[in-house]
C-alpha cells in the first residue's frame, strides 16, 4: 500500500521525489487515473496490486474516489481527473457516473452505458447474437402483464416449450436480471430427474441438488439448452481487445463443491485460448465497450460458448496478471493522454509470451492415453417376462411411437409404460368375463405385467438410487405371421396373421454396493496416472508437492490437477441401460472426487453411446451363429448321463481349465439340474413359511426388497425352469445363478438352507452356460464377439491414431504451468461403460483374433492360461489400454509409441480363496530393479506400512494364509497371494514397486521361470475391506466385495501392432457384414411398408446384456479367482527384449 499512497500524494511530493530525473521540468503535469466504484471493489486486493504497478508509471498518479462522496456528494463535487475507471456493482449509483462523464468528459477505460445492458441477461445475449458469437441457443420468457404473448410456457415431463422453441431436459433457466444468480439446471426423468440450484458461492458451497423438477412459476427467465462441458467452465478476463487470460475452475453444476487450496482460496487454473476463442474475447471486449472484462466461456462438442459476460472484473491471485493488467492499462493511458498533454512518451516495444518449451529427462516415457471397457457393477437381478399380444390397443401403441420404422420399439418413459398399463388393465377386465384355458395363461401374463408396473410407484421414491423409469421396460417387436413356434410353455393352438412380442424387464438397478464399488474403482484408478504422490514428500526429493487444498496427501491429484487444467482429455460413454449410466457417473465421482448426487454428474459427464451398438446391443436379434450355438449347448446340457470325453470335446474345444473344472463339478447336467430345482423348490417354501410366520413377514431385505418380492422372483424362476415337457430351460440358470448369487451376498442374514450348495451348482453351471453363450469353439467365439464390438473396437482404433496424431487440444498454456507436473503433457481418457455382452466379446477378440502368437510370445501365452483359468468375467470388469510415448525415439520409429493391456476380472466373491489363478501384478517390475530404492515420489512411497515392509516374502504369504482377518483389521494395507521362488524371496524385503513398468528381463531369470513376487499397499489401488460401510445392511456375506487390482496381460506392444490388429479385425468384419448384406437383401425386397424396412446388419445385432446373456455373473467364490492382488514381475519372454523399454516410470513427473 505504501507505494499506492505514496502515487496518491498531490503533485508537490511527487516532484520532490522526482528532481533527480533529467527529464523532468516542474511544469510538467501528471495523468490522474480516477477509480470511482464502490469502497469494497476499489479497495480489493486485486485492484490494489494493479494501481501499485500503474503508478510505476512516470507519468501517472492514481485518485481513489471516497465511497462517501460518490454516494452523498453531487458529482460537481467530486474529484478531477483524466480518465475513469468506474463500473458498476451492487448500490453503485451508476447515473450519477454518468452525469460525471459528460459534466468532465475523462477518458472511459470501460463505457458506462453499457453497463445498464450487462445488468440484463437479455440484452447481454442480443448483442452477443448481433457480433455474431456462438451462444447457446435460448429463448426468453418475459412475465410481463402487458405482453401476454411473450409468455408462452409450457411444461412437458421432459421439456418445456417457451414460445414455440422447445428445450428437452436438461436445459437451463436464468433469471433476466444478471445480478441474480439463482440459475437452476432441471435433468431429464432418465437420469433421476430433480434441478441443481447455482447461487453466489457461499463457503465452500456454489450449488445444491434439489428433487424439484418443476419450472419456476414466477419471475422472467431465460431457457437455454445445457452444454456437456465434461465438468469445468472457463472464465476469460480480457484488459483491451488484444490480451485475454482465461482460467478454468470446477463448474459449479457439477457437485456444487467449490475446491479450495491451503489458503482458502477457489482453485482454479490458467488454460489456454484458441485462435477463435481469442477472437471471440476481443469481440465480448470492443461489443460491450469494456477496456476490462469478464466472461463465461463453455467448450463443449468441439465448440465454445459465451454465457454469460460480467463486465469489469480482475483475476485473483495472479501475479503475472496483475503485472500485465498495469502495463497494458498504463500504455493505454499514456497511448491516448500523453500526446494530449505534451508529455514525452514512446510505446515501449518487447516481446510477449515466450512459450517455454519442456524437456524429457532420461528414457521417461510419457503417458498418453488410457482407454477403459468396464463391465457395470453389482445390481438386482435382471427379470423379464415374454408375451405375444395381438389386440388392436398394442398395434396402436406400437405405431404412436414409430415401431414400423424399425420393426421393434422400446418404452422406457413413465408415460409410455403408464400407457402399457393401461391397456392391461382394460384387457384384464374384458377377459374377467371369460373362463378358458388359453385365456387363463393369457391372464396370468398380464397380471404380472399390471404388478410390474404398478409396483414401481408405490415403492418409496427417496429410496437410495431409485429411478422410476430406468429399471424397468417394455420392448414390443413386430412379429409379421405371429410366434415362429410356439414354446414348450404355450403350446396352444397358433393363430394366424401379424402379432407383437411384448417383452417387459425390470430389476437390474444399481444396487448401494454397486455405487460404492464404482465410485472406489474411480478412486483407484487415478493412481494410473503420473503425479499421483502424496505433498507431504517433501522429505523425499519431490520438488513441489502439491498443494491442492481437499487433495493434499493424498494419491491421485496428478490426475485431478491434470484435469482441471484441462490438459485431460477425458470422454465417459456409456450405453443407455440404467445400471451402467449409473455406474460410470459414480465412477466418475470417485475418479475426479467430486460430491454430492450422482444426476448432476451423470449428465454432465457422462455420453449416451446408443449409437450404432457401440456399447449396447439389441437383445433380441441374435445372429445364426449364436442361435446355434445356443441350440447345441442346450442339446449337450439335455444329456441325461455323466458328461464323456466326447462331451469335453464338445463343449470345452479350447480346453480351458475353468470350463473343465466346472464340467467336474457338475458330472451329470439333467441331474445336477434336478437337484438345482430341488434346492429352488425347497427354497421357495422356506420363504413362504417365513411369510406365514408373524415375526419375519415384513422383514426388510437389502435395498427395500420384501420378503413376497423374494418369494415372487425365485418362484418365477421354479415355474419356468423346469418347462411343461419335463426337461429344463437352460437359458434360465444364468438367472437361476443371478439371483443366488445376489441373495447370498446381501440377504444371508435371512438365515434361508442350503443356499451354499444352491451357489455351488448355479455358478458351475452358469460358468459353462455364459461364457459358451459367445461360442463354443474359437471360430464362433469370434464370429460372435464380431457381432458384438466392431463398432467399439473401431473406436478404440480412433481413439489410439488420434493420440499420436492431435496436438492441438486441451493443452495448458506453458507460461504458467511451472507449478504444474510436465505441462507439455495431453492425456486422453476415453472410458467405456457397458454390459457383460461386450466384455466377453472384446476379450474373445483380444484372445482369439490373433494379436500375438502364444507359441512364439512368452509373456502372450502366461496371459492366455491366466484368462482360461478366470471363471467368470464379474461386475466392474475391466480391459485397460495404455498408450505410452518415448520422446527419445524418433517420431517415426516403431518402438517411438509403446501399449499395455491389463485386464481386470471385477469383484470377489465372499467365499473360498484356495484354487485362485495368478497373474503377474499390473506393469511387473523386472529384476534390475529389484535392489533399487524405490523412486521418489512414486507410488511406493506411499505406503506407510513399515512393518510389512519388512517381512521376508514367504514369511508375507503364510501370514496372509494363517489369517483371513488381517485383511480387514488392515483394511487393506497389503494383499499378497502367489506362489514364491527361491530368487525373489532371498532378495530380502521386497519393496512396493505397483506401477513401475517393465524394463528389459535381467538374464538371470528364465522367461519361463516362476514369479517374481511383488507385494503391494492394496489400500492405494483397491479398497479391500468395506465391512462398515454404511450402505452395508447386513453383517457377514452382505458387505461391498473389493474388487481384483489389475493384471497385465502384455506390457511390450507397439502400437503399430495394435492398430495393424484391430484394422485387419474390423475389415475381416465389415466383408462378412457385406455378404450376409447380400444375401439378405432379396428376402426383404418384397417386403410391405408396415415391415421392417432393412434387415439388422449383423453389426449391431449384439445381444444386450439383457437376454443375451443369463442376467447375473457368480460371485467370485475366491476358489475360482484370478487374484490380482499378485504385484508379480512375469518375466517377458526373450522376443521382446528387442522393444527395449528402459522406462522407469516415477510418479514424481
Known amino acids: 500500500m505504501g507505494q499506492m499512497e505514496a502515487g496518491m500524494k498531490n503533485e508537490m511530493f511527487r516532484q520532490e521525489d522526482m528532481e533527480d530525473d533529467e527529464i523532468e521540468s516542474p511544469s510538467e503535469r501528471q495523468i490522474v487515473v480516477g477509480i470511482c466504484a464502490m469502497m469494497r471493489k476499489s479497495k480489493s486486493k486485486p485492484m490494489t496490486q494493479i494501481l501499485e504497478r500503474l503508478c510505476k508509471f512516470d507519468y501517472i498518479d492514481v485518485v481513489i474516489f471516497p465511497e462517501e462522496v460518490v454516494l452523498e456528494e453531487p458529482v460537481e463535487k467530486w474529484p478531477l481527473c483524466d480518465c475513469l475507471i468506474s463500473f458498476h456493482s451492487k448500490g453503485f449509483p451508476l447515473d450519477k457516473a454518468v452525469e460525471y462523464v459528460k459534466l468532465r468528459n475523462p477518458m472511459l477505460i470501460n463505457d458506462l452505458n453499457m453497463q445498464y445492458f450487462i445488468q440484463d441477461r437479455r440484452e447481454v445475449y442480443r448483442i452477443l447474437q448481433e457480433e455474431g458469437i456462438d451462444l447457446p441457443r435460448y429463448a426468453v420468457l418475459n412475465r410481463d402483464p402487458d405482453n401476454p404473448a411473450e409468455c408462452s410456457l409450457v411444461e412437458g415431463e421432459d421439456h418445456v416449450e417457451v414460445n414455440g422453441e422447445v428445450f428437452p431436459k436438461p436445459f437451463v433457466e436464468k433469471p433476466v436480471c444478471a445480478e441474480d444468480h439463482n440459475v437452476y439446471i432441471y435433468y431429464p426423468t432418465s437420469a433421476g430427474g430433480g434441478s441443481q440450484r447455482l447461487f453466489r458461492k457461499i463457503g465452500s458451497r456454489s450449488s445444491v441438488y434439489s428433487p424439484e423438477s418443476s419450472v419456476r412459476k414466477t419471475g422472467s ?182 415401431g414400423y420404422k424399425k420393426g421393434k420399439l422400446k418404452l422406457k418413459k413413465p408415460k409410455q409404460l403408464q400407457e402399457v398399463l393401461d391397456i392391461a388393465r382394460l384387457l384384464l377386465v374384458e377377459l374377467g368375463q371369460h373362463n378358458d384355458c388359453e385365456i387363463e395363461e393369457k391372464k396370468s401374463k398380464l397380471e404380472q405385467l399390471k404388478t410390474v408396473l404398478e409396483m414401481e410407484s408405490s415403492l418409496n421414491e427417496n429410496q437410495y ?67 499421483g504422490q502424496a505433498s507431504n514428500h517433501r522429505s523425499r526429493g519431490c520438488e513441489s508437492p502439491v498443494e491442492f487444498g481437499d487433495f493434499a496427501g493424498f494419491p491421485g491429484c496428478g490426475l485431478l490437477r491434470l484435469h482441471s487444467t484441462y490438459r485431460h482429455d477425458l470422454k465417459i460413454y456409456a450405453s443407455d441401460e440404467g445400471r451402467v449410466q449409473m455406474t460410470a457417473a459414480a465412477f466418475a465421482k470417485g475418479l475426479l472426487a467430486l460430491e454430492g448426487e450422482l444426476t448432476p454428474i451423470l449428465v454432465q459427464m457422462v455420453k449416451s453411446a446408443n449409437m450404432n451398438g457401440l456399447l449396447d446391443s439389441d437383445s433380441d436379434s441374435l445372429t445364426d ?83 413376497e418380492l423374494m418369494l415372487q422372483r425365485w418362484s418365477k424362476l421354479e415355474r419356468d425352469f423346469r418347462m411343461k415337457n419335463g ?213 511406493e512411497d506411499l505406503s506407510q506400512d513399515q512393518t510389512d515392509d519388512a517381512l521376508p516374502v514367504t514369511e508375507l504369504i503364510n501370514l496372509q494364509r494363517k489369517s483371513p482377518m488381517i485383511r480387514n483389521r488392515k483394511a487393506g494395507s497389503m494383499e499378497v497371494l502367489s506362489e514364491s521362488f527361491p530368487n525373489a524371496s532371498s532378495k530380502g524385503p521386497t519393496s512396493h514397486r505397483l506401477f513401475q513398468s517393465c524394463s528389459r528381463q535381467s538374464p538371470e531369470i528364465k522367461p519361463a521361470g516362476g514369479l517374481e513376487l511383488l507385494s503391494m499397499p492394496a489400500v492405494k489401488r483397491f479398497s479391500v475391506s468395506f465391512a462398515r460401510h454404511p450402505t452395508n445392511g447386513f453383517e457377514g456375506c452382505s458387505m461391498v466385495p473389493s474388487i481384483y487390482p489389475l493384471e497385465t496381460l502384455h506390457n511390450s506392444l507397439s502400437l503399430k501392432q495394435v492398430e495393424e490388429f484391430l484394422s485387419k479385425v474390423c475389415e475381416s468384419s465389415a466383408e462378412a457384414q457385406a455378404k450376409t448384406m447380400k444375401a439378405l437383401s432379396g428376402l426383404f425386397d418384397s417386403q410391405s411398408q408396415t415391415c421392417l424396412c432393412s434387415p439388422q446388419p449383423p453389426l449391431s445385432s449384439s445381444g444386450s446384456e439383457a437376454s443375451l446373456q443369463p442376467p447375473g455373473q457368480p460371485l467370485w467364490q475366491d476358489g475360482s479367482i484370478p487374484s490380482s492382488a499378485v504385484s508379480s514381475a512375469g518375466p517377458s519372454s526373450p522376443t521382446t527384449d528387442s522393444s527395449g523399454i528402459g522406462l522407469n516410470f516415477s510418479f514424481s513427473e
Not at 515501449?348 to 519442456?358: F, G, L, N, R, S
Not at 455323466?642 to 464340467?663: R, W
Not at 439340474?673 to 419375519?696: F, G, H, M, N
Open 625 to 707: 451363429c449364436q442361435q446355434k450355438v445356443k441350440a447345441r449347448l442346450h442339446e449337450i446340457m439335455q444329456s441325461d448321463h455323466e458328461f464323456t470325453q466326447e462331451d469335453y470335446q464338445k463343449l470345452a474345444p479350447t480346453g480351458s481349465p475353468s470350463l473343465v473344472n466346472s464340467m467336474k463339478v457338475i458330472e451329470n447336467p439333467v441331474k445336477t439340474c434336478d437337484k438345482v430345482y430341488a434346492l429352488i423348490q425347497s427354497l421357495t417354501s422356506q420363504i413362504r413359511k417365513r411369510l406365514e410366520d408373524p415375526k419375519s413377514a415384513d422383514l426388510q431385505l437389502y435395498h427395500s426388497e420384501t420378503l
Open 727 to 939: 426337461r429344463y430351460d437352460i437359458s434360465k440358470i444364468p438367472d437361476i445363478y443371478d439371483c443366488i448369487k445376489y441373495d447370498s451376498q446381501h440377504n444371508a442374514s435371512v438365515g434361508l438352507e442350503d443356499t451354499l450348495e444352491l451357489f455351488r451348482l448355479s455358478r458351475a453351471l452358469a460358468d459353462i452356460v455364459i461364457p459358451q453363450e459367445y461360442g463354443i469353439s474359437k471360430a464362433e467365439k469370434l464370429d460372435i464377439a464380431q457381432a458384438y464390438c466392431v463398432p467399439l473396437m473401431k473406436k478404440i482404433y480412433l481413439d489410439l491414431q488420434r493420440t499420436h496424431e492431435d496436438e492441438a487440444v486441451n493443452k495448458l498454456h506453458p507460461l504458467y504451468s511451472r507449478g504444474v507436473m510436465s505441462p507439455g503433457r495431453h492425456v486422453r481418457t476415453r472410458l467405456y461403460f457397458t454390459s457383460e455382452s461386450h466384455v466377453h466379446s472384446l476379450l474373445s477378440m483380444f484372445r482369439y483374433g490373433g494379436l500375438l502368437d502364444e507359441v512364439k510370445d512368452q509373456q502372450w501365452k502366461q496371459a492366455m492360461d491366466y484368462l482360461s483359468a478366470v471363471t467368470e468375467l464379474n461386475y466392474m470388469t475391466q480391459i485397460v489400454i495404455m498408450l505410452y510415448e518415448d520422446n527419445n525415439k524418433d517420431p517415426s520409429s516403431e518402438e517411438r509409441f509403446h501399449v499395455e493391456l491389463h485386464f481386470s476380472p471385477g469383484v470377489k466373491g465372499c467365499e473360498d480363496e484356495e484354487n485362485v489363478p495368478l497373474g503377474f501384478g499390473f506393469r511387473p517390475a523386472s529384476s534390475e530393479n529389484e535392489d533399487k530404492k524405490p523412486n521418489q515420489g512414486s507410488l
Open 221 to 402: 427467465y431465460i431457457y437455454e439448452e445445457f452444454m456437456p462441458t465434461d465438468g469445468t467452465d472457463v472464465k476469460v478476463y480480457t484488459v483491451g481487445p488484444d490480451y485475454a487470460h482465461a482460467e478454468a475452475r470446477k463448474s459449479p453444476a457439477l457437485d456444487g463443491k467449490v475446491e479450495r487450496d491451503s489458503e482458502g482460496k477457489e482453485i482454479r487454473y490458467p488454460v489456454m485460448l484458441t485462435a477463435m476463442e481469442k477472437l471471440v474475447a476481443r469481440k465480448v471486449c470492443l461489443a460491450f465497450k469494456q477496456t476490462v472484462c469478464g466472461f463465461d466461456l463453455l467448450r463443449a462438442n468441439g465448440h465454445s460458448y459465451v454465457c454469460d459476460v460480467n463486465g469489469f472484473s480482475f483475476v485473483k491471485n495472479s501475479m503475472k496478471y496483475y503485472d500485465d493488467c498495469a502495463k497494458v492499462l498504463g500504455n493505454m493511458v499514456m497511448r491516448e493522454l500523453a500526446p494530449q498533454l505534451h508529455i514525452p512518451w514512446s510505446i515501449p516495444m518487447e516481446a510477449e509470451d515466450i512459450p517455454i518449451v519442456p524437456t524429457t529427462s532420461g528414457t521417461m516415457m510419457e503417458l498418453r492415453c488410457v482407454i477403459a471397457i468396464i463391465r457395470h457393477g453389482d445390481r438386482t437381478p435382471k427379470q423379464k417376462m415374454k408375451m405375444e399380444v395381438r389386440h388392436p390397443l398394442f398395434f396402436e401403441l406400437f405405431k404412436k411411437y414409430g
Open 465 to 531: 438410487g431409485h429411478f422410476s423409469g430406468i429399471n424397468r421396460k417394455v420392448q414390443l417387436t413386430y412379429l409379421r405371421n405371429g410366434q415362429p413356434k410356439a414354446s414348450s410353455e404355450e403350446e396352444d393352438c397358433k393363430k394366424d396373421g401379424p402379432s407383437l412380442q411384448l417383452v417387459l424387464k425390470w430389476g437390474g438397478e444399481l444396487t448401494p454396493a454397486g455405487r460404492v464399488q464404482a465410485e472406489e474403482l474411480g478412486r483407484a484408478f487415478r493412481c494410473m496416472y503420473p503425479g
